[in-house]
Each structure stands twice: as C-alpha cells, then as structure tokens.
C-alpha cells in the first residue's frame, strides 16, 4: 500500500522516479523561494514537513512537454510553392 503523505526524502525519490527531478536539497530550495510542488507543515509547532502524493503527482503532470512533429516542409515540386516575384 503506498502512503498518501511523504516525507521530503521520500518525496524527493518519488520525484527522481516519476519526472526525473528532485533532491531532498532541491526540495529544501524549492520550499524556500516558493516554488515547486505544495506542503504541509505538520505536527507540534509545524516542524515536520509533509507532501501529499497527489500534490506531487499533479506537480510532475504539470512539467510534462508534449512534442509536437513539425509540419513537413513543402515539396519542391508542389503548387503550393509559387517562385518569388
């Protein structure tokens, strides 16, 4: 059964698995300049920082980049292709 709430290391080693990113370090640095996926600070005083695996999942679906082919390039010999006046 996999937990819905990670630790920063865990958190990190779900990263690296699934979009090929993430350190506990990064994820420090991250938290710090307000970027990244979203946490929970948790337990007496908010000292222990917690990840939801959903808000990890929905982090890495949003770094995903979808390749597109490029339009093939006219035929020399089309009719679209009209000499320059």
Not at 21 to 37: D, M, N, Q, S, Y
Not at 54 to 64: K, N, Q, S
Request: include cysteine; charge should be positive.
């Amino acid at each position: 059964m996999q937990r819905s709430r990670l630790t920063t290391r865990e958190a990190s080693e779900w990263l690296l698995d699934h979009a090929g990113i993430g350190t506990p370090a990064t994820l420090e640095v991250w938290r710090c300049k307000g970027v990244g996926p979203s946490y929970r600070k948790v337990g007496p005083g908010g000292r222990r920082v917690v990840y939801d695996l959903a808000d990890l999942e929905a982090f890495a679906a949003g770094r995903r980049v979808e390749i597109r082919r490029a339009e093939p390039a006219p035929d020399a010999n089309s009719a679209d292709i009209r000499p320059a006046a």
